[in-house]
């Protein structure tokens, strides 16, 4: 399968606690983005990437967020702290650099905070 | 604000009629359209884009149309088949494209009744 995937599917966390996603992205696409989704909602722009430097963060994302991409290829993005509202379905998302509109998405990693 | 607006959240249609979609839009700054479709359980799949230099795209089953001065996208499937039920999105870009990642709107739930 050479898609987007994300890793965990699913993640259950008592609020307070610190979680931690991985996105793997398309292996030739450079430029990397989150999402966050919740119920009846559209995808919400979190953060982007183009290889290792992150060059965009959306006001959604607080400083308890922080994403990584160390070396250009798979990110992290960790939530501190976790809050119910926390709760979302978290994408991931690659583009090739000459067509950075057309996204491809990874199939998510959908957070519960209890 | 919603700066990308889908008003049906739900349509119902029957197989083998036209399923139409529409879309509004409020940022003047968009040039470039896209239309995600997504199964439960999945991340938004990439169905069929357009640039704001064109009023037209067309890629088999699928057609969507830009009206400008309107601010206004729509989504043609002809003809509607079973498995076109999915959430359709929306999704624009502003000039300079992908950095800032998409806006989506809220989704329309496609219904194809046998």
């Known amino acids: 399968d050479t898609g987007v995937s994300q890793n965990p599917r699913h993640k259950i966390t008592k609020r307070g606690q610190n979680v931690t996603f991985r996105c793997d992205p398309i292996s030739e696409h450079n430029r990397l983005y989150w999402y966050r989704q919740t119920l009846g909602q559209g995808p919400e722009f979190l953060t982007y990437?183009?290889?290792?430097?992150?060059?965009?963060k959306s006001r959604l994302l607080s400083d308890r967020f922080s994403a990584e991409r160390p070396k250009g290829s798979f990110s992290t993005l960790e939530i501190q702290r976790t809050e119910q509202g926390d709760s979302a379905m978290y994408l991931c998302?690659?583009?090739?650099?000459?067509?950075?509109?057309?996204?491809?998405f990874g199939p998510g990693t959908r957070l519960t905070v209890t | 604000d919603q700066q990308v607006k889908q008003n049906s959240p739900s349509l119902s249609v029957q197989e083998g009629r036209i399923s139409i979609l529409n879309c509004d839009y409020t940022?003047?700054?968009?040039?470039?359209f896209l239309w995600y479709k997504k199964y439960p359980a999945e991340g938004p799949t990439f169905l069929i884009s357009?640039?704001?230099?064109?009023d037209k795209n067309e890629d088999g089953r699928f057609t969507v149309f830009l009206n400008k001065s309107a601010k206004h996208l729509s989504l043609h499937i002809v003809p509607s088949q079973p498995g076109d039920s999915a959430v359709y999105f929306c999704a624009a870009s502003a000039v300079g494209g992908g950095a800032d990642g998409l806006t989506f709107g809220k989704g329309t739930h496609l219904i194809i009744q046998p």
């Open positions: 990437f183009q290889n290792e430097a992150q060059l965009e």
């Open positions: 998302a690659s583009s090739l650099p000459g067509n950075s509109h057309e996204q491809y």
């Open positions: 940022n003047s700054m968009f040039d470039y």
């Open positions: 357009i640039s704001s230099i064109k």
